[in-house]
């Protein structure tokens, strides 16, 4: 099978094929994709070096599977141009996740709607990925009215110039900013840009994509988004208000249940889940689960995932592990 990777010299597409190595994905043929200036240089794939193409020669090689992350523009324009060729393209930009002809995809809640005419399918921002992992359990048992959700959010969600600027700023050294503000021993308010509702575009895409994933648009959401100057994963204090009585063993059951999920809870042995724990490895993990003494039928937990692993190359990944299986 010929693989694609747009975006292959990018934070998410080195991530994407160290999954798809360690997973030993049967790709045949790799198709490193980046732009004009790394057109050439050798990519080191299972032992095998692959010489860097541009989107033009990658689509004329017909790949049977394309893994974008290339930014939405790149996206909006190529996408079309894989699917042409009969290309399946799993792609990770914002540019298709609310088009409703588009699916967007958490394997192990939603991958069962996927069908062959398919053929653009859209990753979930990293942030809404491991919400809504840890939502499906609870809602399918409990039915959730209302999530009340506040991010901590690491770096490497913004990319190499913000890794940068931590880096710089750990130093005392001056360099181009990623954000408008200090990151180093701070907290910054502000994940992607500002819209008219003055929330940001990460907090509406926490809003709308966890009600396209969970197919409800009953499910209310509301969310602070905030940068932190961490690097191993995003972190999600999450307030849930339930249709349903409920006890928080049954909780914990339903989550450890739950593909996909790993519960560390236990405080009275310092057991929760954190970013320095979480990065590197492909689970979502759940901890500090308890009842909001505030509200009869409402719940707190804390939720830390590798957002350039389940947040974005390794979803991308089981999708097409997912469309392997159904097509074989
Ligand atoms: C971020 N979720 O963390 C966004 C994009 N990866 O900045």
């Known amino acids: ?32 994709v980046a732009s004009e200036k ?4 050798e990519i080191e794939f299972n032992g095998k070096n692959y010489k860097v193409v541009n989107l033009e020669t990658a689509v004329k090689r017909k790949p049977e599977i394309a893994l974008f992350s290339a930014g939405g523009d790149t996206s909006l324009e190529w996408a079309p141009k894989f ?8 792609d990770n930009s914002s540019a298709w996740r609310m088009d409703p002809t588009k699916k967007l995809v958490v394997p192990e809640i939603n991958a069962d709607a996927l069908t062959e005419e398919d053929k653009i399918i859209a990753n979930p921002n990293c942030s809404t990925i491991q919400l809504v992992l840890a939502l499906k359990p609870l809602h399918d048992k409990f039915g959730i009215k209302r999530v009340v959700v506040s991010t901590y959010q690491s770096i490497t969600g913004t990319g ?24 180093h021993r701070n907290a ?3 994940c992607d840009v500002f819209l008219e509702n003055d929330y940001t575009k990460e907090e509406m895409k926490l809003t709308h994509e966890t009600k396209k994933i969970l ?14 100057p961490v690097v191993g994963g995003h972190s999600e204090s999450v307030n849930i208000e339930f249709e349903k009585d409920f006890e928080v063993e049954e909780i914990k059951a339903a989550l450890k249940d739950f593909s996909g999920i790993t519960l560390q809870d236990n405080p009275a042995v310092n057991t929760y889940p954190m970013p320095i724990y979480a990065e590197g490895k492909n689970d979502v993990f759940v901890g500090r689960i308890r009842k909001d003494h505030s509200h009869p039928r409402a719940l707190n937990m804390w939720i830390v995932a590798d957002n350039l692993r389940k947040g974005a190359a390794t979803n991308a990944v089981q999708i097409a592990e997912h469309l392997i299986k159904v097509n074989a």
């Open 1 to 32: 099978m010929k693989v694609a990777v747009v975006g292959a010299t990018g934070m998410v597409g080195q991530v994407m094929l160290k999954v798809l190595a360690e997973r030993n994905f049967p790709l045949t043929e790799l198709i490193p």
């Open 215 to 228: 197919n409800d648009d009953t499910v209310l959401v509301s969310a602070t988004a905030v940068r932190i």
């Open 38 to 41: 790394s057109v050439g240089k």
């Open 188 to 190: 910054i308010p502000h």
């Open 83 to 90: 699917a042409e060729v009969g290309t399946t393209v799993i």
């Open 160 to 183: 190499v110039k913000a890794v940068q600027q931590l880096e710089n700023e750990y130093k005392g050294e001056n360099g181009e900013m990623a954000y408008p503000y200090p990151i």
